[in-house]
């Protein structure tokens, strides 16, 4: 189950997604959070953000759209407050960091780095559909995710991973950026644009109208988008969209994936990554798989 990015070790290759666990605290009496790969944390941002007017989420078949819109406490109280919580957890964490310009961006790294945290690396969101300013600019642009990539280099040492948009018309593109910026690894994907109506009112059931769709409605979506990045880089790609099963997680291994985020469902089940790492080492015995290496990007198929 143990893989490695860079010269980090984690237990297993499953992660919690950004968002969609808290900063790990706030399960704690339902799961035992230490079991994860990793943790990784919701979106912080320069300054604390409200987030959008609700309704802001809203269920859909086989997922959920949410329009959150980065709220967080802002680095500062972030620095006090959590980051001494997160210190305490025994599991790998990555700080997801998110901004609006990349003064916003760097200024947020360089707090962080300062405070000298036990985490492990950084997620960089490039990719949220939620806000204007929610960076996604940077992630539809390869000279900005070039640019913010090698800035953020500058100012870390940690594991750098930069997190991809489903919602462009290369994402292989914005991949090779991200690694010439000199990037560790990738991650993807972040939601896809969707939109809900309520027949009744014909109002749209989020407040802003369009929204991230997430959960099993959009694997095959995130399956094709892993498999791309890996024919187009060299550097790990974490994998995220819909898992639920580990046949799932198999399923992004083979399309290249080396480590897996699992999201939406974590509302079901907080414990769900920490079952499928126990299924998915009954699935490599029963399948005589010695390392989760030997899956990675295995897809057989004839290309035309
Ligand atoms: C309610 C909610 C909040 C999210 N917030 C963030 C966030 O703050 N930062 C981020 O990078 N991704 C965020 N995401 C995206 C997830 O990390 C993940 O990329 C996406 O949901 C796809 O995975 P899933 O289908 O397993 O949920 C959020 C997703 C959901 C559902």
């Known amino acids: 189950m143990r893989v490695k990015l860079k010269d980090i070790e984690f237990s297993s290759p499953i992660l919690t997604a950004s968002g969609t666990y808290g900063y790990g605290h706030e399960v704690r009496d339902m799961a035992d959070v230490n079991q994860w790969g990793g943790i990784i944390t919701k979106s912080v941002t ?31 109280k972030y620095c006090n407050e959590i980051i001494p919580s997160l210190n305490e957890l025994q599991t790998k964490v990555i700080i997801n960091i998110a901004g609006s310009a990349m003064k916003d961006y760097l200024e947020t ?3 962080l780095e300062s405070k000298n945290g036990k985490h492990v690396g950084y997620e960089i969101n490039i990719s949220c559909p939620n806000v204007k300013e929610g960076g996604i600019e940077f992630g539809v642009n390869c000279e ?45 994907i972040n939601t896809v644009v969707g939109m809900a109506i309520d027949v009744k009112t ?99 198929y004839h290309s035309n």
């Open 144 to 188: 900005m995710t070039e640019q913010l990539t090698i800035e953020m280099r500058k100012r870390t040492d940690k594991l750098l991973i930069m997190k991809l948009s489903p919602n462009v018309t290369r994402i292989e593109d914005i991949a090779q950026a991200a690694e010439s910026g000199g990037a560790d690894a990738v991650s993807a």
């Open 46 to 76: 320069r300054h604390p953000r409200e987030g959008n007017p609700p309704p802001r989420i809203a269920e859909t078949r086989s997922g959920m759209i949410n329009s959150i819109g980065l709220a967080n406490l802002g680095v500062e």
């Open 202 to 300: 014909r109002r749209p059931k989020l407040n802003t109208a369009f929204g991230g769709l997430s959960g099993p409605a959009i694997k095959p979506i995130a399956i094709a988008n892993v498999h791309k990045v890996f024919k187009a880089v060299n550097i790990p790609i974490i994998g995220i969209g819909g898992i639920a099963t580990a046949k799932d997680v198999v399923e992004f291994l083979l399309a290249g994936a080396t480590m897996v985020q699992i999201g939406t469902m974590n509302y079901q089940n907080p414990n769900l990554g920490i079952q499928l790492k126990g299924e998915l080492s009954e699935y490599y015995s029963q399948n005589e798989i010695e390392k989760t290496e030997d899956l990675i990007g295995k897809v057989e």
């Open 109 to 111: 790294m360089e707090m």
